[in-house]
């Protein structure tokens, strides 16, 4: 059974610094995966999605990158701002590369 | 925005009362989810569709059905809800790349059900 694991569960930073977020699965027969913001009350929004035949994506002042081998991805976070703080969501299909399974997150807060 | 509403936003229900939440798309993807969130135990697949009237399970079915009778709506319903269904619930669709594999899945901004 797959299982997906964020470290840490809570992370706390100054702003400006550059930071990474960690996600681990147990099995590497993924489709893809995918990293989530969700605010307090909100929903999740979709940040990046990495094809389980690439190895990295990038959008703006994030990176993810992709070790289907190791069952690894982070997330890369430049110069880190008070607005991203929020809960950052790994998840990776299913056997079938249909529905998502995810880790229960990593809490990011960025104090000015 | 993905064009992705749920209804209700908020419901308050009593134990043995059937529910139903409503998911309601308007780019016509293919696949629809309905996903629960609760503390300690993060997003979990309740069932999925992909396609009008095709339907499959995900790892917490027990205790609810669902139907798609045309591409835009996908219904969740609580035969008679529990308070162990107390949670919030997440819609999210998503369409199908070459090779039968998913998009990028985007959610609705979910309902928060109380079973008291």
């Known amino acids: 059974k797959q299982e997906v694991t964020q470290i840490p569960a809570a992370l706390s930073v100054p702003e400006g610094e550059n930071l990474v977020l960690n996600c681990s699965f147990t099995d590497s027969a993924i489709y893809n995966l995918q990293w989530f913001r969700q605010d307090p009350g909100k929903g999740l929004t979709s940040l990046l999605l990495i094809q389980s035949s690439q190895r990295e994506q990038t959008s703006g002042r994030l990176n993810a990158s992709l070790d289907k081998s190791s069952g690894r991805s982070t997330l890369y976070i430049a110069a880190s701002q008070p607005g991203d703080s929020a809960t950052y969501l790994c998840?990776?299909?299913?056997?079938?590369?249909?529905?998502?399974?995810f880790g229960k997150g990593t809490t990011l807060s960025v104090s000015s | 925005d993905a064009g992705i509403t749920q209804s209700p936003r908020h419901k308050v229900t009593e134990t043995g009362t059937p529910v139903t939440l409503r998911c309601h798309q308007t780019e016509n993807h293919r696949y629809m989810y309905w996903y629960r969130q609760d503390p300690g135990h993060g997003l979990r697949l309740i069932h999925y569709?992909?396609?009008?009237?095709?339907?499959d399970k995900g790892e917490v079915s027990d205790g609810y059905s669902v139907s798609r009778s045309k591409t835009e709506d996908f219904l969740l319903t609580l035969e008679s809800a529990t308070s162990s269904q107390t949670s919030v619930y997440f819609c999210?669709?998503?369409?199908?790349?070459?090779?039968?594999?998913?998009?990028?899945?985007?959610f609705g901004p979910g309902t928060r059900l109380t079973v008291l």
């Open positions: 998840a990776v299909t299913n056997q079938a590369g249909t529905a998502l399974i």
């Open positions: 569709s992909y396609g009008v009237k095709d339907t």
């Open positions: 999210a669709i998503s369409d199908q790349l070459a090779g039968g594999l998913s998009d990028t899945q985007y």
